[in-house]
C-alpha cells in the first residue's frame, strides 16, 4: 500500500512538473567555447532564467567543428537552434532573423552594434541579425622570459616581420629551443600581415581578386622561414587542407618566444602559463604597408527557423544589454564590441594576473592600426574562401610538394573554382 | 501473453497472404523489415548521393541544387599527366588516390604478413597462450580516434618516442614531419589496431585444419617449411583470401585512425581518398558537396571491384575445397 502511495505522489509530482514546463517557452541556444565563456553564459542566462520564468533556456556547449560542420547542415534543411554563436558570419547570414521588429528598442541595437552588422547580414540589407559577443584581433605574444635570459631586446613598435623573425632566432639559438616562432595554422592568421605587405584579397568588382605580388611576399617569407627552421614547422606542414591548428601549446610550454595568434588567446595563455614566465602583447608586426592585424570575433545571432522569434529577442535584448556585456567582457577577457562601453572605457578585467591589463590594453592599441583591407575583409563574403585555398597551398610550399610559383596559379584557380560553384 | 496475442491476430493474416503469394511471398514478407532498413540506409542514400553528384553549387539542400551532369566526373578525372597530381585539375583528389593505392598496397601486405605469422604463433602451445590472444586482439576494441590520439602523443616532438631518443642521447626527432615517417607509421598504427580481427579468422582456420594431416606428415619426417607451404597455407586459403579483401576494402576506407594520427600531412603525404571526400563535402572552406559525392562514388566503384574479386575467390576456394 505504502508502496502504491509512493508511486502515485511521484507520478503526481512528474504530471506537475511536466505541465509548468510544458508553459514555460523553450529558448535553445548552441554555443562553444575557446576558454571559459561557456561557464560565464551559464551563470548569466541562469539570471536571466530565474526573473523570466516563462523561458526555458537549454544552453548547448558543442564543439566548435560542430558549429563549422553540422550547424550548416541543419540550418539549409530549415531547422537548428534558436540562438547559436558563429564565427562564419556573413557566409551564412541568410539564416539568421532580422530583430528589429522584435526587440525592445532597435535604437539601441543601431547605436552599439550598429557598426559590425554588415559583418553578419547580406548586403544592402538593414537587419539586426544579432550581436558581437566580442572583437577579436590577430596579433602577437612574445616571452619576455626567454628574451631576458637570452639578452635579446624586445623589437620596439613598428618593427617589421623580418626584424621580428631575426630576434627570435636569437633568442632559439641562444636558449636552444626548436622554433623561433609560429603562427596558427589559419588563413585569416597570415591574412593581416600579408596586407600588411600589400595583399589585396577583395577585387574592384567585390570578388577576389588574384593573389598580387604584396601577398605573395609574405607568404613567400613564410615558406622561408619554414624551411631555414624559423618557423615552428608541425603547426602549418603537419595537416593537409584547411584543417586549423593552433600553437598556443607551444608557446605555453615556453618551447618558442614569439607566437602569432589573436586576442582570444589571453585568457588562455593567462589560466594555463600563470606565473611560469612573463609574456606581453606586442600587436602586428609591420610589412612595406602597414602593421595590420585582422578584426573578427564571435557574434549571437537569432536563427529564423525559431518558432518563438519574440522569446529568442527578449533573451537576445538581456544579453546584449550594457551591464551584461560588460559583465561578459571582464569575465571572460574578451574585448567588447559595444560602442557605448567601448566609448565608456574603464573596463575592470577580472584577472589577478599582471600579465592581463597590459595586453588587454595592447590589443586595443593596435586595434588601430588594422588597414582598411584588413577591415573589409570580415564582412566579405569570399573571407573564409580565400582564407581556406592560401592554407592548404601553403602549407604544400612548406611540405616541399609545391613551387611558391605554383601555388600562387593553384590559390587563384582554387577561389576561382569556389566562385564559379557558388555561381551554379 | 500479448506475443502470443499478436501471433494470433497475425495468423490468419499470414495465411491469406501465403495463399495468395505461395511461399515466394513469404519470404518477401519476412525479408521486408530487414529491406526496409536497408533501404532507407543504404539505397536511398546511395540514389541521393548518385544524384548530388551530377549537381552543381556550394548549397546543401538538393532543391537548391543545379543539375550539371558530369561536370563533377569531368572535373575529377581532367588530367594532363595522372601519374603527375599538379597537372590536374583537382591535383589533391589524384594525390588522395596515389596516396590510398600506395598504402593499400604497403598495408594490406604487412597485415596479411603479421596476422599469419601472429596466427601461428598463437595456434602452438607456448605459455600464456589465452593472455596473448587477448593482448592481439585488444587494440580492436578501441576507438580508431583513441588509437590515433595514443600515437600522436607518442611520436608528437615531447612524445615518449622522443623522450627515448633523448635518453640514448640522440637530438629529438619531429617523426610526423618527416613523409616517409608519417606515412610508415599510418601504416604501422593501422596495422597495429587491426591485425587482432585478422589474426583470429587465420586462426580459427588454422584450428579447423585436420590434425591427422599434421601427424602423417610429422611421421613422414616432413620438414616444417614443407608443412606451412603444402598443408597449411592451401587449406588456408579460404581465411587467407576472406582476409586479403576485409583488409584491402578497410585499406581502401582509411580515414579515421589516419586522420587523427597525421591530418593528412606533411603536407599532402598522407592524404587519403576518404579524407579528400570529407574535406571537401563537410570540413573544407573550399567546400564543394557535389564534387565530394562524385569522388565518392569512384571510390564506391572500387570497391565494388575489390568486393566481386572476394565473391570469386571465395567460390573458386569453395570449389576448390569441394573438389
Redesign the interface.
Known amino acids: 500500500m505504502k508502496t502504491k502511495i509512493w508511486l502515485s505522489g511521484i507520478a503526481l509530482a512528474a504530471m506537475a512538473t511536466s505541465a509548468f514546463a510544458q508553459d514555460a517557452t523553450q529558448v535553445r541556444i548552441m554555443w562553444y567555447s575557446d576558454g571559459i565563456e561557456g561557464e560565464v553564459i551559464a551563470d548569466l542566462l541562469d539570471r536571466f532564467e530565474q526573473a523570466n520564468p516563462d523561458i526555458d533556456i537549454i544552453l548547448d556547449n558543442v564543439a566548435y567543428q560542430v558549429i563549422q560542420e553540422q550547424l550548416p547542415i541543419q540550418l539549409a534543411s530549415g531547422a537548428g537552434p534558436d540562438i547559436a554563436r558563429v564565427t562564419n558570419l556573413k557566409a551564412q547570414a541568410e539564416h539568421w532573423l532580422d530583430l528589429r521588429p522584435y526587440v525592445a528598442d532597435p535604437a539601441y541595437w543601431d547605436a552599439n552594434f550598429g557598426d559590425r552588422f554588415d559583418w553578419m547580414r547580406e548586403d544592402g540589407s538593414n537587419a539586426i541579425p544579432g550581436y558581437m559577443t566580442q572583437l577579436t584581433l590577430t596579433g602577437g605574444f612574445a616571452n619576455a622570459t626567454l628574451f631576458e635570459q637570452a639578452g635579446v631586446e624586445l623589437p620596439a613598435h613598428g618593427a617589421t616581420w623580418d626584424e621580428w623573425a631575426e630576434a627570435s632566432r636569437k633568442v632559439m639559438e641562444d636558449q636552444g629551443l626548436p622554433a623561433a616562432f609560429a603562427i596558427d595554422r589559419s588563413g585569416h592568421r597570415v591574412a593581416g600581415p600579408a596586407i600588411s605587405y600589400g595583399a589585396k584579397f577583395i577585387g574592384e568588382d567585390g570578388k577576389p581578386a588574384p593573389m598580387n605580388d604584396g601577398a605573395m611576399d609574405f607568404f613567400t617569407r613564410l615558406t622561408d622561414w619554414t624551411a631555414q627552421g624559423l618557423m615552428l614547422p608541425e603547426v602549418w606542414v603537419s595537416a593537409a587542407g584547411t584543417t586549423y591548428r593552433a600553437a598556443a601549446d607551444d608557446f605555453i610550454n615556453a618551447q618558442i618566444p614569439f607566437y602569432y595568434s589573436g586576442s582570444w588567446q589571453v585568457a588562455n595563455l593567462s589560466g594555463k602559463i600563470g606565473d611560469a614566465f612573463d609574456w606581453v602583447v606586442v600587436g602586428s608586426p609591420c610589412g612595406p604597408a602597414g602593421c595590420s592585424g585582422m578584426a573578427g570575433g564571435a557574434a549571437m545571432v537569432a536563427v529564423k527557423y525559431t518558432k518563438h522569434p519574440e522569446e529568442v529577442a527578449r533573451v537576445m535584448d538581456y544579453l546584449a544589454s550594457e551591464d551584461i556585456v560588460r559583465e561578459f567582457s571582464e569575465r571572460t577577457l574578451f574585448l567588447p564590441a559595444h560602442s557605448g562601453i567601448v566609448a565608456k572605457g574603464g573596463l575592470n578585467f577580472q584577472s589577478d594576473d599582471p600579465m592581463v591589463p597590459p595586453a588587454m590594453n595592447a590589443y586595443v592599441a593596435a586595434s588601430a592600426e588594422t588597414l582598411p583591407e584588413a577591415d573589409r575583409m570580415p564582412a566579405w563574403v569570399w573571407g573564409n574562401t580565400v582564407y581556406g585555398a592560401i592554407v592548404t597551398r601553403i602549407s604544400q610550399v612548406m611540405a616541399g610538394e609545391l613551387t611558391i610559383d605554383q601555388a600562387r596559379e593553384m590559390m587563384d584557380r582554387d577561389i576561382a573554382d569556389q566562385v564559379e560553384a557558388a555561381g551554379q | 501473453m500479448p506475443l502470443v496475442l499478436i501471433a494470433r491476430g497475425l495468423d490468419p493474416v499470414l495465411r491469406l497472404w501465403q495463399r495468395c503469394t505461395g511461399t515466394g511471398g513469404m519470404i518477401t514478407f519476412f525479408l521486408l523489415p530487414n529491406m526496409a532498413i536497408f533501404g532507407v540506409f543504404v539505397i536511398i542514400p546511395l540514389v541521393l548521393n548518385i544524384i548530388y553528384s551530377m549537381t552543381?553549387?556550394?548549397?546543401?539542400?538538393l532543391k537548391?541544387?543545379?543539375f550539371?551532369g558530369l561536370g563533377q566526373y569531368g572535373r575529377l578525372l581532367e588530367c594532363q599527366d595522372y601519374l603527375v597530381s599538379?597537372t590536374c585539375?583537382e591535383?589533391?583528389f589524384w594525390t588522395a588516390v596515389r596516396n590510398t593505392g600506395t598504402f593499400v598496397l604497403f598495408q594490406v601486405s604487412l597485415m596479411v604478413c603479421v596476422s599469419m605469422i601472429t596466427a601461428l604463433i598463437l595456434n602452438r602451445k607456448i605459455a600464456g597462450r589465452g593472455f596473448f590472444r587477448a593482448v592481439f586482439f585488444f587494440p580492436v576494441l578501441l576507438s580508431p580516434v583513441v588509437v590515433g590520439l595514443i600515437w600522436r602523443w607518442i611520436l608528437?616532438?615531447?612524445g615518449l618516442m622522443n623522450l627515448i631518443v633523448t635518453q640514448l642521447g640522440f637530438d629529438?626527432v619531429?617523426w610526423?614531419?618527416d613523409?616517409f615517417f608519417?606515412f610508415s607509421a599510418a601504416i604501422g598504427v593501422s596495422t597495429w589496431a587491426h591485425m587482432g580481427f585478422y589474426t583470429l579468422i587465420l586462426l580459427a582456420g588454422l584450428q579447423a585444419i585436420p590434425k591427422d594431416l599434421y601427424e602423417a606428415a610429422e611421421m613422414d619426417a616432413t620438414p616444417a617449411s614443407r608443412v606451412f607451404w603444402r598443408i597449411t597455407l592451401p587449406l588456408l586459403g579460404p581465411n587467407l583470401a576472406v582476409v586479403l579483401v576485409l583488409a584491402l576494402i578497410r585499406g581502401v576506407q582509411i580515414f579515421d585512425e589516419a586522420y587523427v594520427l597525421?591530418?593528412?600531412?606533411?603536407?599532402?603525404?598522407?592524404?587519403f581518398i576518404t579524407?579528400y571526400i570529407y574535406?571537401v563535402g563537410?570540413?573544407?572552406?573550399?567546400r564543394?558537396p557535389?564534387?565530394a559525392a562524385a569522388a565518392s562514388i569512384l571510390m564506391g566503384l572500387v570497391l565494388v571491384v575489390l568486393t566481386l574479386i572476394q565473391l570469386g575467390l571465395s567460390r573458386r576456394a569453395e570449389k576448390g575445397n569441394a573438389r
Not at chain 2, 552543381?56 to 539542400?61: A, Q, S, T
Not at chain 2, 597525421?262 to 592524404?271: D, F, Q, V, Y
Open positions: 552543381g553549387g556550394v548549397d546543401i539542400l537548391d541544387r543545379s550539371i599538379t585539375r591535383d589533391q608528437q616532438r615531447q629529438p619531429v610526423l614531419n613523409r608519417a597525421t591530418g593528412g600531412g606533411p603536407g599532402t603525404s598522407t592524404l579524407q574535406e563537410f570540413a573544407s572552406f573550399l564543394n557535389g564534387l
